[in-house]
């Protein structure tokens, strides 16, 4: 069930580094919000403080509040498993199992659970798979290996397997920078099916793609390398493009930097 998200003044750390400062944001529902901005901005670190994927890493923490429907993901007591279980990501290269099944692949996650019947597992690999528009190309090959498919399949293969376990947010990390221009429009399209059941947060490096497929979009920005990257704005796609509030924005989205 899709769910919204609130960010209250994040601050995200690598050990002593000050990587990102003072975000405040808001992703609604059933919509799609683009994070944009120059490299090293700290969207991908944005992005990972939002399942507490950030805190794998050694030494980083999250300051602030990050709420799924009101419920802070670093409460006390909150399983950070659990929490990426309901926030699920998907990657920048696809990364599929790839001596495993096609059919495996997608429900790898809900047979480590355990409890469900192998025709409940056909059902949902198949619905998944039709969800991430993949079906039609894999039907007759489930029982192949995840790695003999392309690279715009392998990662609409990760799509699905994202959404197999029924997440609340979909959060995508450059998801199409590895992919040729059909397979980019493939995935543009099912981010569009895709936020009728879920919430999803996107960054992506191509204007045009946060253009085509998010409601609202984050420009991110960095005064200087060393010092923290901050949220610069947040707004309509619409408006971002074509009328941004900060001059910054406006310098970015027409390609004049600094
Ligand atoms: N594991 C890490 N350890 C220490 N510093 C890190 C780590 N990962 C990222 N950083 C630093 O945090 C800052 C933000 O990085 P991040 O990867 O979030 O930027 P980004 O906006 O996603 O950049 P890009 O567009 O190049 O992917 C950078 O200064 C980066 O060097
Ligand atoms: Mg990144």
Not at 135 to 153: A, I, Y
Not at 225 to 234: A, H, M, R, S, Y
Not at 247 to 253: F, L, R
Request: with cysteine.
């Amino acid at each position: 069930m899709a769910k919204r998200l609130d960010l209250d003044n994040v601050n995200i750390y690598y050990g002593k580094f000050h990587a990102v400062s003072n975000v405040t944001l808001s992703v609604p529902p059933r919509s799609v919000t683009a994070f944009i901005g120059p490299s090293g901005c700290g969207k991908s670190t944005v992005l990972r403080s939002l399942n507490r994927m950030h805190e794998v890493t050694p030494g980083a923490r999250v300051e602030g509040s990050v709420k799924l429907d009101g419920e802070d993901i670093y409460g006390a007591g909150v399983d950070p498993v659990g929490v990426r279980r309901t926030i699920g990501m998907v990657f920048q290269r696809p990364n599929p199992f790839p001596t495993m099944s096609i059919r495996d692949n997608v429900v790898a996650g809900l047979k480590l659970q355990g409890g469900r019947s192998k025709k409940e597992l056909d059902e949902i690999a198949e619905n998944s798979l039709k969800g991430a528009n993949l079906w039609n190309e894999v039907k007759d090959r489930l029982d192949k290996p995840g790695g003999g498919l392309s690279g715009g399949q392998q990662q609409r293969l990760c799509i699905a397997r994202a959404i197999a376990v029924q997440p609340d947010v979909l959060l995508m990390d450059e998801p199409c920078s590895a992919l040729d221009p059909i397979s980019t429009l493939a995935i543009e399209d099912l981010i569009g099916e895709l936020k009728k059941d879920f919430t999803i947060v996107i960054v992506t490096h191509n204007m045009q793609q946060a253009a085509r497929v998010s409601d609202q979009t984050g420009f991110f920005n960095l005064e200087a390398t060393g010092k923290p990257g901050n949220l610069i704005e947040i707004d309509d796609t619409e408006k971002i493009f074509s009328n941004p509030s900060k001059k910054a924005t406006e310098d970015y989205i027409s390609g004049r930097f600094g």
